[in-house]
T-cell receptor, first 114, second 116 residues
Framework: DGGITQSPKYLFRKEGQNVTLSCEQN?????MYWYRQDPGQGLRLIYY???????QKGDIAEGYSVSREKKESFPLTVTSAQKNPTAFYLC?????????????FGEGSRLTVL | AQSVTQLGSHVSVSEGALVLLRCNYS??????LFWYVQYPNQGLQLLLK??????LVKGINGFEAEFKKSETSFHLTKPSAHMSDAAEYFC??????????????FGKGTKLSVKP
């Protein structure tokens, strides 16, 4: 079945450590996104990529980094510079060129900093 | 620029009662509008979308929404709530022309509780 796979689902990190969250899609979508979700805050955009080897900062990119070396993959690194990294992270994809803008989401990764 | 306001962070209804979740949007161009549902510790799933065709949109699980341009609203309704409807619901907007940053702008969500 086509879809988006995020891993790990749960992750614990000590302060000062970098962690990388994986996002893989087999929907043949051009565009991929990372959102952060905090209770009562809705979804906030971290980074997005419309094409391989290109990505753009979203509203809250500080302390995060991404890469897009393959169409299927869009990993997110939460660096030690991120002041409050404990959150639920959601990866999504969409088919660029479709102006309906529908996003398809993974199951999410919950990061807890100890 | 686009924005979304969801009125009420928490809504509680009895099983069998009407569900009404409110969403107002702001957009400088004709909008595309979406409702997503999220169950605990899961991703978001599309319930329905408005893309400038019929103003009354029917979605999955018996939900529907009506686009009202004069009121800039896109409220979500379901005639009879079921226990399985308990979840968080997000309204989202995107520009109808071209791509906007992040593709979709989300509201802050409304948690729906269903009492037996």
């Amino acid at each position: 079945d086509g879809g988006i796979t995020q891993s790990p689902k749960y992750l614990f990190r000590k302060e000062g450590q970098n962690v990388t969250l994986s996002c893989e899609q087999n929907l043949n979508h051009d565009a991929m996104y990372w959102y952060r979700q905090d209770p009562g805050q809705g979804l906030r955009l971290i980074y997005y990529s419309q094409i391989v080897n290109d990505f753009q900062k979203g509203d809250i990119a500080e302390g995060y980094s991404v890469s897009r070396e393959k169409k299927e993959s869009f990993p997110l690194t939460v660096t030690s510079a991120q002041k409050n990294p404990t959150a639920f992270y959601l990866c999504a994809s969409s088919s660029s060129g479709r102006i309906t803008g529908e996003l398809f989401f993974g199951e999410g990764s919950r990061l807890t900093v100890l | 620029a686009q924005s979304v306001t969801q009125l009420g962070s928490h809504v509680s209804v009895s099983e069998g009662a009407l569900v009404l979740l409110r969403c107002n949007y702001s957009s400088s161009v004709p909008p595309y509008l979406f409702w997503y549902v999220q169950y605990p510790n899961q991703g978001l799933q599309l319930l329905l979308k408005y893309t400038s065709a019929a103003t009354l949109v029917k979605g999955i699980n018996g939900f529907e929404a009506e686009f009202k341009k004069s009121e800039t609203s896109f409220h979500l309704t379901k005639p009879s709530a079921h226990m399985s409807d308990a979840a968080e619901y997000f309204c989202a907007v995107s520009a109808a022309y071209g791509g906007s940053q992040g593709n979709l702008i989300f509201g802050k969500g409304t948690k729906l509780s269903v009492k037996p």
